[in-house]
C-alpha cells in the first residue's frame, strides 16, 4: 500500500517541482496551417515559333469537355493558337463495346468525337492542338475524330504522336 501510494505522488511531485503548472488553453488568432496540395495541371497544344508546345492550364472540373472549351477559348501571349475561326460545340467518348466492363482493356472508350459548329475553318494545325491535347492528357484515348456540326460530317480521324505530330487514319 506504501509503494503505491509513493508511486502515485512521485510523478505529482515530480511535475510540481520542475515549474510546470497546469494552465487554460490559450487560442491564438491565426489558424493552424494546411497543407494543400495543388491538382497536377492538365495541358494543352500552342504554337510557339510556330513549332507545337504543350502549355499547363488549371481547370476547375478536371473533364474533357473543360478541356476542350479551354483550349478554344485560350490566347496567351507569346504563343500562337490555330484555334481562332474554330468554335467548339462539344464533345463525345462512343462506346468501344456494347459487352464488357471499363476494367476490360478491350471495352474501354479509346475514341473521342470533337465536334465544332458547321461553319468553323478546321485546318491541320488545328486538328493538331484538338487531338494531342485530348491524348497527352487522358491515357485511354487513342484517337480523335473530329465533325463538323454533326455525325455526317466527319472531317477526319487522328492520332497523335509523342513528338506531337499528327497521324491522318
Same mark, same amino acid.
Given at each position: ?8 505522488? @512521485?510523478?505529482?511531485?515530480?511535475a510540481?517541482?520542475? *515549474? ?11 489558424p ?7 491538382? @497536377?495541371?492538365?495541358?494543352i497544344?500552342l ?6 508546345? @504543350? ?6 472540373n478536371?473533364?474533357?469537355? =473543360? ?22 460545340d %462539344?464533345? /463525345? ?6 459487352? *464488357? ?36 492528357? %487522358?491515357? /485511354? ?7 463538323r456540326?454533326? =455525325? ?18
Amino acid at each position: 500500500m506504501r509503494r503505491r501510494l509513493i508511486a502515485l505522488l @512521485l510523478p505529482v511531485l515530480l511535475a510540481a517541482g520542475c *515549474g510546470l503548472s497546469p494552465g487554460d488553453v490559450t487560442s491564438v488568432a491565426v489558424p493552424a496551417p494546411v497543407v494543400q496540395i495543388p491538382p @497536377l495541371p492538365h495541358r494543352i497544344v500552342l504554337y510557339k515559333y510556330g513549332r507545337p508546345v @504543350l502549355a499547363p492550364v488549371h481547370l476547375r472540373n478536371a473533364d474533357i469537355d =473543360e478541356l476542350m472549351k479551354r483550349l478554344f477559348d485560350t490566347r496567351r501571349r507569346g504563343y500562337e493558337t490555330a484555334m481562332a475561326e474554330m468554335f467548339y460545340d %462539344w464533345a /463525345n467518348t462512343p462506346p468501344r463495346s456494347s459487352e *464488357g466492363s471499363p476494367r476490360d482493356l478491350d471495352s474501354r472508350r479509346t475514341t473521342l468525337q470533337v465536334f465544332v459548329y458547321k461553319h468553323s475553318k478546321i485546318t491541320e494545325k488545328a486538328a493538331l492542338q484538338i487531338t494531342c491535347t485530348a491524348v497527352r492528357n %487522358w491515357e /485511354n484515348l487513342l484517337r480523335v475524330e473530329i465533325y463538323r456540326g454533326n =455525325e455526317d460530317d466527319l472531317y477526319g480521324s487522328f492520332r497523335c504522336r509523342d513528338d506531337l505530330t499528327l497521324i491522318r487514319e
